[in-house]
């Protein structure tokens, strides 16, 4: 399973899937993730994941918010 940023290139997919392994049923999905800058790898948490990325886009207006599309 491959996640990739949309809004910038970091690489969390590692982070990513921890978070989402129960959410990986679907071969295609958009999440969005909130976290904190100063420490990425212990404060990060799942808000809701959509199929629709036009909803996604509003929420990523956000700088803590980062969207995610994993196939």
Do not use: G, P, W
Not at 21 to 45: G, I, P, Q, T
């Amino acid at each position: 399973m491959q996640c990739e940023v949309t809004r910038n290139h970091l690489m969390v997919s590692k982070i990513f899937y921890k978070v989402n392994k129960r959410m990986f049923l679907n071969s295609v999905m958009v999440a969005v993730v909130l976290y904190y800058e100063h420490d990425l790898r212990k404060h990060y948490r799942v808000v809701r994941h959509f199929y629709n990325e036009s909803i996604t886009t509003k929420l990523v207006a956000s700088k803590r918010a980062l969207l995610f599309r994993c196939r």
